[in-house]
């Protein structure tokens, strides 16, 4: 005689709250699988069903995770709840401070004041500037590293859609891929910018925040 299966499963859920840091604010992937589990005395496998699933994305803050069992007889075990916290660390956005000399501080890219350079010269421009993240200035390498900064350098064209990203910026040891390099002694940023390989005409360089902030563009001419 085949004994009737009435038995609802057993479900194990965590008793503590998972935490788990994102990088940003639009949250981050919770996989807690193995962390839920489910027993029966007939059926081996019950299946877990979980209310958002292990795996999700869960945005930055506290959220309830709703579990059930069910077994093959298709009796199904009361909910049980417990909480993911997702953490994220706002940081602040900086103050870029204006760029350095050498290269003149303009406002636009039509301002006659802006730095000019030789087509063809096989110098650099040095482009310097101060940063300051909650009114407190950027002046050390720690602090530094905290706040990486990176520079992205555009050949403007007629029109904004003509407008194209240099690549191979870089030249010598002040810069790391596109991130300045910090001078602790002068407690700046510093990112050296081949002028060799660059055509005439009319360049805008924005500095920003690695991690999204603030940003600031200053422009020169090759001529």
């Known amino acids: 005689m085949k004994v009737q299966d009435t038995t609802s499963p057993s479900l194990t859920v965590p008793s503590n709250t998972i935490v788990v840091e994102a990088t940003d604010a639009s949250g981050t992937t919770v996989n807690f699988a193995d962390d839920v589990s489910a027993s029966d005395a007939i059926d081996p496998n019950p299946s877990i069903e979980c209310t958002p699933a292990s795996g999700s994305t869960f945005e930055p803050g506290i959220t309830t995770v709703s579990c059930t069992a069910k077994d093959a007889s298709g009796n199904e075990s009361p909910a049980k709840t417990f909480e993911v916290r997702v953490t994220y660390d706002v940081v602040s956005p900086c103050n870029i401070g204006e760029i350095e000399p050498p290269v003149n501080n303009v406002s636009s890219a039509t301002d006659q004041g802006m730095s000019a350079y030789k087509y063809g010269s096989r110098g650099v421009i040095p482009a310097k500037f101060k940063v300051a993240c909650d009114g407190d200035p950027i002046d050390t390498q720690a602090e530094a590293d905290s706040h990486p900064m990176k520079l992205t350098l555009t050949k403007l064209g007629a029109t904004p859609d003509q407008d194209a990203v ?5 030249t010598g040891s002040a810069n790391t891929g596109d991130l300045f390099r910090f001078d602790d002694a002068a407690d ?9 390989n660059l055509e005439k005409g ?5 500095i920003s925040e690695a991690h999204g902030g603030a940003t600031h563009d200053e422009w020169f001419s090759i001529k």
């Open 166 to 170: 240099v690549e191979n910026t870089v």
């Open 188 to 196: 700046q940023y510093i990112y050296n910018i081949g002028v060799k």
């Open 202 to 206: 009319t360049y805008k360089i924005t």
